[in-house]
């Protein structure tokens, strides 16, 4: 295979848009909420025209259709691109038209023509690259698991293409990385809540020269931190610690649901679905 990077798919504005409607009924049809805690965004002034890497502990099979709804709502002036298995896009072949592009797993051609996708990618203005860098599904709670290398070239590469910028005079280019903590987990109701936390931006293009060896120790840090944090209110289940976004499914079924629906207006009760408090509708 070549080491080429493949051509960068041209996002389709209408089948995305019809596509982030799939995701978002999905996510209602599956979820009780998708709640996040994005506090530690507000902390930097980011513009349109950075660059943005979001890379993620990879949990589930939900990740992809909960990338396309949170790049949406909280980054809606960026452009999402991710990698996704050359396999699974031949599978899945709508996902060529909304920024996934294919990556051949377990080559060096292959990982050559990811980086230099990502480099790609990269250099246009308002992109945002969205990455599992653990590479497999693992537990939410596994803090062993290593990030592939990767991801810690794609930022080194940038954080020495910005150092070599200021050192010339030329206007610099600005670069973010954000660690988000995924977790899908049982509270009160019948269906899972989806709860994400989002770390504080790392500038790239800060003018500081790291080794690829101290960005992929940040790198892992700061993901396990926002793990971390995630998992303590998850474990108190704090739903002041988060934001909802989304409302999805509460209840049991159709018809015992509207039984206990009469049985409330019989009594002259307020009828309520969810059976706690937690991110109540």
Same mark, same amino acid.
């Given at each position: 295979?070549?080491?080429?990077?493949?051509?960068?798919?041209?996002?389709? %504005?209408?089948?995305?848009?019809? #596509?982030?409607?799939?995701?978002?009924?999905?996510?209602?049809?599956?979820?009780?909420?998708?709640?996040?805690?994005?506090?530690?965004?507000?902390?930097?002034?980011?513009?349109?025209?950075?660059?943005?890497?979001? +890379?993620?502990?990879?949990?589930?099979?939900?990740?992809?259709?909960?990338?396309?709804?949170?790049?949406? &709502?909280?980054? %809606?002036?960026?452009?999402? +691109?991710?990698?996704?298995?050359?396999? *699974?896009?031949?599978? +899945?072949?709508?996902?060529?038209?909304?920024?996934?592009?294919?990556?051949?797993?377990?080559?060096?051609?292959? $990982?050559?023509?990811?980086?230099?996708?990502?480099?790609?990618?990269?250099? &246009? %203005?308002?992109? @945002?690259?969205?990455?599992?860098?653990?590479?497999?599904?693992?537990?939410?709670?596994?803090?062993? @698991?290593?990030?592939? @290398?990767?991801?810690?070239?794609?930022?080194?590469?940038?954080?020495?293409?910005?150092?070599?910028?200021?050192?010339?005079?030329? *206007?610099?280019?600005?670069?973010?990385?954000?660690?988000?903590?995924?977790? +899908?987990?049982?509270?009160?109701?019948?269906?899972?809540?989806?709860?994400?936390?989002? @770390?504080?931006?790392?500038?790239?293009? =800060?003018?500081?020269?790291?080794?690829?060896?101290?960005?992929?120790?940040?790198?892992?840090?700061?993901?396990?931190?926002?793990?971390?944090?995630?998992?303590?209110?998850?474990? *108190?289940? =704090? $739903?002041?610690?988060?934001?909802?976004?989304?409302?999805?499914?509460?209840?049991?079924? #159709? $018809?015992?649901? $509207?039984?206990?629906?009469?049985?409330?207006?019989?009594?002259?009760?307020?009828?309520?679905?969810?059976?706690?408090?937690?991110?109540?509708?």
């Amino acid at each position: 295979m070549s080491s080429q990077a493949p051509e960068l798919p041209t996002v389709n %504005p209408w089948v995305l848009a019809g #596509f982030r409607w799939i995701a978002r009924r999905h996510l209602q049809r599956h979820f009780h909420c998708v709640a996040v805690n994005s506090e530690e965004l507000k902390s930097v002034a980011a513009s349109p025209a950075d660059r943005f890497v979001i +890379y993620a502990n990879h949990a589930s099979w939900w990740d992809p259709l909960l990338a396309i709804f949170l790049a949406q &709502r909280i980054f %809606p002036d960026l452009v999402l +691109y991710a990698p996704i298995d050359a396999v *699974a896009l031949r599978k +899945y072949r709508i996902f060529s038209k909304i920024g996934f592009f294919p990556v051949e797993r377990g080559s060096l051609a292959g $990982a050559r023509a990811f980086l230099n996708a990502s480099k790609k990618i990269l250099s &246009r %203005p308002g992109a @945002s690259l969205w990455l599992t860098p653990e590479g497999r599904f693992t537990d939410v709670r596994d803090t062993e @698991s290593e990030l592939a @290398s990767g991801l810690a070239h794609i930022i080194s590469t940038w954080n020495h293409l910005s150092c070599a910028c200021s050192d010339s005079g030329d *206007a610099p280019i600005r670069f973010w990385a954000i660690a988000a903590a995924v977790e +899908y987990v049982f509270w009160e109701e019948r269906k899972p809540e989806v709860l994400v936390r989002l @770390s504080r931006p790392v500038m790239i293009s =800060d003018g500081v020269f790291r080794t690829k060896d101290a960005w992929s120790r940040l790198l892992k840090r700061q993901l396990l931190d926002v793990q971390r944090q995630l998992a303590e209110s998850s474990i *108190a289940r =704090d $739903a002041a610690a988060f934001e909802r976004l989304l409302g999805g499914s509460s209840g049991t079924s #159709f $018809a015992y649901d $509207a039984w206990r629906r009469l049985a409330a207006l019989w009594r002259g009760q307020r009828f309520e679905v969810e059976h706690g408090d937690k991110f109540r509708q």
